[in-house]
């Protein structure tokens, strides 16, 4: 298993690095991560459940990492998480036989 209090600070530190190589790029991924946070229907527990779920579909671990941090700090417990994961397992299974359909729909052509 990561050790992800090491993976999170490495990871701010890379940012870090980005932002003094491209600094316009970090502002805008930061401008869109503060608008997107500035919701007046979605809480913040819910926005971090759609957030987590997205970032394991996306397999993206920084975001994951993000997420189930921001998504605990906001009132989220072990087990409310687990069940958004189980949305997030669905969804990617769902993809996958859907993509599945395409395949066979290409084997049927020849």
């Not at 991560?33 to 671990?61: M, P, S, Y």
């Not at 993000?66 to 769902?94: D, F, P, S, W, Y």
Request: charged share 25%; glycine share 8%.
């Amino acid at each position: 298993m990561k050790d992800w209090s090491a993976y999170s600070a490495a990871l701010r530190e890379r940012g870090k690095e980005l932002g003094q190589l491209h600094p316009e790029i970090v502002k805008g991924f930061v401008a869109l991560n503060n608008g997107a946070a500035k919701t007046q229907h979605l809480d913040a527990k819910t926005r971090e459940f759609i957030a987590l779920a997205v970032a394991i579909t996306t397999k993206c671990e920084g975001c994951m990492d993000a997420h189930v941090r921001k998504a605990l700090a906001a009132g989220a417990t072990k087990q409310e998480i687990a069940e958004a994961l189980g949305v997030a397992i669905a969804l990617n299974a769902g993809a996958a036989f859907t993509y599945a359909l395409h395949a066979l729909d290409r084997a049927g052509e020849d």
